[in-house]
């Protein structure tokens, strides 16, 4: 036996009890579609525009949430309420259009933290996969919960 070949068969050897040692442990994967991992209590999902209890939307569209998004990845436009639009907003003022690019967003929390409206929450789904950049930037027709049902 060489000194190189003395120098490796202990290193080999450790290589491989850590091999055998994991070959009969019990596997940690996740088959997404089929299981679902458990989430924690403070996770962050998917940005979602509340409804308060009448069905009108919260959003005011005062701009704190998109002043405190540190990847400035919220954008909005603030429009005047019509008349005849009292059902749909709360307030005179509200987002006409309201928007989230999710390439930019760190899932911070901050937006959340600063509306004073109570209008915006991270707690929607996972993020699922897509292959084209305008599909993560999300408008109001994907943000906006549903409306109550009576």
Known sequence: ?????????PS????????????????????????????????RGLHSLKRD??????????GLCALACPAEAITMV?????????GLYR??????????NMLRCIFCGLCEEACPKEAIYLDGPIVEAD????DF????????????KS
């Not at 603030?78 to 009292?86: F, L, P, S, V, W």
């Not at 292959?131 to 305008?134: N, P, Q, S, T």
């Not at 930037?137 to 109550?148: H, N, Y």
Request: aromatic content about 12%; glycine content about 4%; hydrophobic content about 35%.
């Open 131 to 134: 292959y084209l950049r305008k």
């Open 78 to 86: 603030a429009a005047e309420r019509k008349k005849g639009e009292e």
């Open 53 to 62: 209890e009448k069905g009108r939307e919260r959003c005011t569209a005062c």
């Open 1 to 9: 036996m060489s000194f190189s070949e003395r120098i490796y068969l």
């Open 137 to 148: 930037i999300f408008g109001k027709d994907k943000l906006v919960e549903a409306p109550l």
């Open 12 to 43: 080999i050897l450790k290589g491989l009890a850590i091999t055998f040692k994991h070959i009969f442990k019990k596997r940690e994967t996740i088959f997404y579609p089929e299981q679902e991992r458990p989430v924690s209590e403070n996770w």
């Open 91 to 100: 307030e005179e003022k509200y987002a006409a259009v309201y928007e989230i």
